[in-house]
């Protein structure tokens, strides 16, 4: 009960009538939006006193981080066999049937 009055004190409503998960909610959307105020604010000091641009994205802690992409893996020559010897070897299952 204390949580719900302590979200809905923090967002500024009545929580009667309203469950856990919606003031849970609530109170987090109320904190992005005051990180995307935040965010910004830094961004542009940051370029007013150091030159230096940075998106509000980055200075953002509540906001996912954007995935990179992976880098593509460029096989080698013989890649394959070497990760074959190193992992099967040994093992009769593994080996090659010969052609007769």
Known sequence: MRD???LAGRVGVD???LTLRELYH???AKRIDAWN???TLRSDLLYHF???SVSPRKLHPMLPKQKQKPRPVKPTPGGVEMLTRMLCDGHAWARPEKPE
Request: proline share 7%; hydrophobic share 20%; aromatic share 14%.
């Open 26 to 28: 609530m109170d987090r």
């Open 15 to 17: 929580p009667d009538g």
């Open 4 to 6: 719900c009055y302590e």
């Open 37 to 39: 105020h935040t965010a």
């Open 50 to 52: 150091w030159k230096r």
